[in-house]
């Protein structure tokens, strides 16, 4: 019996890497898929036909959402490729990519893999370095053909390391695709996660780690507020986050944590075409998420509510026309000491929040301060509370800037002759980004060769990343078999051959019997003939010359 390949080959790359991406919806050309073998030798018979009723209908699509990612250093590393001067042509990659929570659903009906057609993964943890995506172990994989009636779940635990925390994951997928109508079930892949608690970063690795001593030169300790120091290093904020080991399960000390649950669905089907009695192809990413926490266990820790669920739904039905994205984008309000300071919303998708080393101005007018930098305005002093800062110039050093954003919503389409001729319709969109961006003053404090070589951007986080793709041919897709009428059609013309044929080496079949019957009847027509007395063959006798006798008689 043939052996069949390991279902691990047959999760795609692609899964990771739209995640993992930077720009993550691309509407490219091509799906990845299992290349289809060709012969060896030019004179060689291609691979058989399928046997048996086979779908009429096509369709692709993919859907993925991760609960959260960590980017170090984003677009700093050139992309490689295998054709030369390629690579300088595409984004350039992220240091760093760490993603937890994630789950992907993709169907492919043309997918030379039968457990390709349909894939359904759910992820505790993914890694990308330098572009470079390896396959992580703990997942919950379930691939189709053959049809799975139950959908497979279980527990997931993501692998300890210093820069994030994650809480117990229960993951689930649902992989489904019928032998005869093909993508014509119910849902053909369905995968989603949940996680109980998530805290990020307690260190900014990309932030050179030097403290007051290293910063002498071109900082004066007297100029900083009375009772600050930088005893605890610029990677630390300041004394802001934890400033090394493992990130606390609960949060405090980290850059961004959740206490709640936060969960996700990826989700690829087929939907009714109105006026159509064929389908369209419809890919759906689903967030769930409640508390968003910032610089959590510090004075100044902020407090987002996820106050709408974003949603993003792309559905192609083979016509630019009536294809459509549909993104429902998320509203947040961020608080500090309960009080609602900024409103995230599709009219305000961005709001900067400085961070900043308080200098003496602000002891003068405020007093004692607690040893921790000012973040966005807001200083916390030791006898009357936080207090708002009126005017930071000479007053505040900024060291950073935590860049909030939603939504971004980044759509792509094309018109696709392969592998069959349609629509493609793809979108990505993020329920929140945190960013950390350096600014000229800090690049001012730093020695002359670390200050040139600091990147634009520190450290990315994003949570809920969503990216959907729908590829459908023109018409919609057909729901129906090669031997049965597809549904409001005509059955398809001339006889079904459910003999598998190669090219010519079919047309030899009926040869090699008609060559065997005449062969067989020959062998009968000769058995069956009267037999006839042989005769015996002559045999040359050689004569001897004749001698007369010595002594004739009378």
Not at 506 to 533: I, N
Request: net charge positive.
């Amino acid at each position: 019996m043939r052996r069949r390949l390991p279902r691990s080959v047959a999760l795609p790359a692609a899964a990771a890497l739209v995640l993992f991406s930077a720009v993550p919806a691309y509407a490219d050309p091509t799906y990845p898929t299992t290349p289809i073998p060709q012969p060896a030798n030019p004179g060689q018979a291609p691979i058989s036909a399928p046997i048996g009723p086979q779908p009429l209908g096509q369709a692709v699509g993919d859907a993925g959402t991760a609960l959260g990612i960590i980017r170090l250093l984003p677009n700093a590393v050139p992309t490689k490729t295998i054709l030369p001067g390629f690579g300088d042509t595409l984004p350039k990659q992220s240091a760093l990519e760490a993603g937890m929570g994630l789950s992907s659903a993709s169907a492919n009906s043309d997918a030379y893999l039968s457990y390709e057609k349909a894939i359904a993964q759910a992820s505790p943890f993914g890694l990308s370095i330098g572009g470079n995506a390896p396959q992580t172990p703990g997942s919950v994989v379930q691939t189709a053909l053959p049809d799975n009636p139950q959908p497979i779940s279980g527990g997931l635990n993501a692998p300890s390391n210093p820069l994030l925390n994650v809480g117990l994951l229960n993951g689930s997928a649902h992989a489904r695709w019928s032998p005869t109508l093909g993508p014509c079930v119910d849902t053909i892949a369905d995968a989603s996660t949940s996680v109980a608690s998530l805290s990020l970063l307690n260190v900014i690795p990309s932030m050179p780690n030097l403290g007051l001593d290293a910063l002498k030169p071109k900082l004066d300790p007297s100029s900083l507020a009375s009772g600050f120091d930088l005893t605890k290093g610029l990677q630390s904020l300041g004394g802001l986050l934890q400033g090394g080991g493992q990130t606390a399960a609960n949060g405090t000390g980290s850059l961004l944590s959740l206490p709640n649950t936060l969960s996700s669905r990826s989700q690829v089907k087929l939907v009714d075409v109105p006026g159509s009695k064929n389908k369209a192809v419809q890919s759906t990413s689903t967030l769930q998420a409640a508390d968003i926490e910032i610089l959590k266990g510090t004075p100044l820790a902020l407090s987002l509510k996820v106050a709408s669920q974003p949603t993003l739904k792309v559905t192609s039905t083979g016509d630019a026309k009536t294809s459509k994205v549909e993104y429902t984008a998320p509203v947040l309000t961020i608080a500090a000491g309960g009080k609602t300071l900024y409103t995230l919303d599709a009219a305000h998708p961005t709001k900067d929040i400085p961070i900043g080393l308080p200098l003496k101005g602000l002891s003068d007018q405020f007093g004692q301060l607690n040893d921790i930098p000012v973040v966005g305005g807001l200083v916390s002093t030791l006898t009357n509370g936080i207090q708002q800062v009126g005017d930071t110039a000479g007053t505040v050093l900024d060291l950073g800037v935590l860049r909030l954003s939603i939504a971004g919503l980044d759509q792509k389409s094309a018109n696709m002759t392969t592998p069959f001729k349609g629509f493609q319709l793809g979108a990505s969109a993020r329920l929140f980004d945190l960013q950390l961006l350096p600014t000229t003053k800090l690049k001012s404090l730093l020695p002359d060769d670390q200050a040139k070589n600091l990147p634009s951007s520190l450290a990315q986080l994003s949570l809920g990343e969503q990216v959907a793709r729908a590829y459908a041919p023109t018409g919609g897709v057909v729901c129906g078999s090669t031997s049965t009428p597809p549904a409001g059609g005509q059955a398809p013309k001339g006889p079904v051959k459910n003999l598998a044929y190669t090219g010519g080496a079919y047309d030899t079949v009926p040869l090699f019997w008609s060559g065997t019957a005449m062969l067989l009847l020959g062998v009968v027509m000769v058995a069956a003939m009267p037999g006839t007395r042989r005769r015996p063959l002559a045999i040359a006798v050689e004569e001897k010359p004749f001698k007369p006798s010595p002594r004739p008689r009378d």
